[in-house]
Nanobody
Framework: QVQLVESGGGLVQAGGSLRLSCAASGRTFSRYDMGWFRQAPGKEREFVAAITWSGGRTVVADSVKGRFTISRDNAKYTMYLQMNSLKAEDTAVYYC??????????WGQGTQVTVSS
């Protein structure tokens, strides 16, 4: 079983930056493709970014392209989401998830990001 814990959320002004972290338990972290998702109040959970197990390939949603960067440090069992030029519409609970079998099988508890305009 994989346990994921997000951190780094908070309140920031529009145009500011935050870096989210996702710490994973266990030495198997480096085997898994990982992703970030978010859910705003009253909306469906949406994909934000994903990264392969080696970090060699990443993909980000069009809505955050050029502003958000996903990365990982397998030696630290941690994945990151660097968020720059934040907008009010980025306000959401951000979740990290791990692809262990088929699809995203394990999820963190989420961290709140609030962007004030």
């Amino acid at each position: 079983q994989v346990q994921l814990v997000e951190s780094g959320g908070g309140l920031v002004q529009a145009g500011g930056s935050l870096r989210l972290s996702c710490a994973a338990s266990g030495r198997t972290f480096s085997r898994y493709d990982m992703g970030w998702f978010r859910q705003a109040p009253g909306k469906e959970r949406e994909f934000v970014a994903a990264i392969t197990w080696s970090g060699g390939r990443t993909v980000v949603a069009d809505s955050v392209k050029g502003r958000f960067t996903i990365s990982r440090d397998n030696a630290k069992y941690t994945m990151y989401l660097q968020m720059n030029s934040l907008k009010a519409e980025d306000t959401a609970v951000y979740y990290c998830a791990a692809q262990v079998a088929t699809g995203y099988d394990y999820w963190g508890q989420g961290t709140q990001v609030t962007v004030s305009s």
